[in-house]
């Protein structure tokens, strides 16, 4: 099962703690708001990814 996650760039106001949770998944752009850089979650980071989701405090991390 592939896990799909986004992030909506209207909510990010740039918390970072999805980089710091996953920066695997999870890069900043120059002014600090979330790039995914895997949209397909690689092997083994399903749970950071889901700490990601729980931890934004936007709310602004979807998967599917
Ligand atoms: Fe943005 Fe939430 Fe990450 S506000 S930078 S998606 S923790």
Known sequence: MTVD???DKDLCQ???RCNLICPEVFDLDEH???VVLAQEVPPGHEGAVEDAVQNCPE???TIK
Request: aromatic residues 16%; hydrophobic residues 65%; neutral net charge.
């Open 59 to 61: 709310q602004a991390i």
């Open 5 to 7: 996650v986004f992030v």
């Open 32 to 34: 600090g708001f979330a």
């Open 14 to 16: 740039g918390h970072a």
